[in-house]
């Protein structure tokens, strides 16, 4: 790779080329995907909860508030998370809770079997000469 200078770059730091942690241990876009679940799930769910007793917007209200909790409980349990794993091997930790919880198939292999050929008796070979 070509420097300024034309002098050759002999080391590029892996770190520069990550996302920056922006939150509470999350990065940009993880932080955008919390906050997107949280308001789709949490306002529907208040102004559903409050429209029976006359207070549907203020469930919008309330709803943004339990969105920003979620953001808060997301961000702790991530920060626990990614603490004892590499970069980038907290998603596949969590795909591979999703498939055991039988939520979403990744295709990863969950269990450890042998295969058996299951004859009982020796095979007998014929003399094809």
């Known amino acids: 790779m070509e420097g300024k200078e034309g002098k050759e770059i002999t080391f590029i730091p892996d770190r520069l080329i990550e996302e920056p942690v922006v939150f509470k241990g999350m990065t940009d876009s993880e ?23 006359g207070y549907g917007l203020f469930g919008v209200g309330v709803g943004f508030a339990m969105a920003i909790v979620n953001v808060i409980m ?23 809770m999703l498939q055991e919880k039988g939520i979403k198939n990744y295709n990863y292999i969950l269990i ?9 008796t020796p095979i007998q070979r014929t003399n094809t000469k």
Do not use: N, Q
Not at 35 to 52: A, Q, R
Not at 74 to 96: D, F, I, N, Q, S
């Open 31 to 53: 932080l955008i995907f919390v906050i997107i679940l949280g308001v789709i799930f949490w306002i529907p769910t208040c102004i559903l909860l409050m429209l029976p007793f």
């Open 112 to 120: 450890s079997d042998v295969w058996d050929i299951r004859r009982t």
């Open 74 to 96: 997301a961000g702790r349990y991530l920060t626990k998370l990614k603490r004892r794993m590499p970069e980038g091997l907290h998603l596949v930790y969590l795909k591979r």
